[in-house]
């Protein structure tokens, strides 16, 4: 009996580490469905890991952002664009109770790893926030974080437009 409740503790906490989470915001008041195009805005990447950390991949997270908009009947353009998709790219690196997140990562680092993407939709003439999406994705290393990015934003992007909030 004791073993087996070892072996659900185990599971329970792979389970953890591999919950990916999803986060949408939004402004509530803002009419989603007047905005027709769109352009790439800032491509920030803080990531410690070179796996994420290169042009490569944030071309191809770029990519899939833009394949989602278009099937969702908006048009890419770069003059006067409704909107921004802005891109942000970070990691967490879990190696344990100490962790000191001011600590940078060596090449020779392995353990979990959360990979984060964030999604900001900003008004182009204001520079207003009206849409937000946060993915967090909990692999083994960042390789897998990695391959895993550009469908990550493909599934943030799956909840735009936000439906409205009954009051």
Known sequence: MRHLAILFGVL???????????TINFDADE??????????GEMKNQSSLPELNNPLLGQTVADAIRAQLKAKNL???SDK????MNVHIDDLYYDGP?????RPISAGSKGPVQGILVLDMVKRESMTLIWQGTYRDD????????RNLPSD???V???????KRKP
Do not use: H, W
């Open 81 to 84: 664009p409704d909107v921004l």
């Open 12 to 22: 329970l906490s792979a389970t953890v580490l591999t919950a990916d989470q999803r």
């Open 75 to 77: 048009r890419e353009t």
């Open 98 to 102: 100490a962790r000191d997140p001011r």
């Open 157 to 163: 992007l799956s909840q735009y437009p936000p439906k």
């Open 139 to 146: 692999e083994d290393n960042g390789s897998n974080v990695a």
């Open 153 to 155: 934003a493909a599934k």
């Open 31 to 40: 009419d989603f469905s007047r905005i027709k195009t769109f352009a790439i």
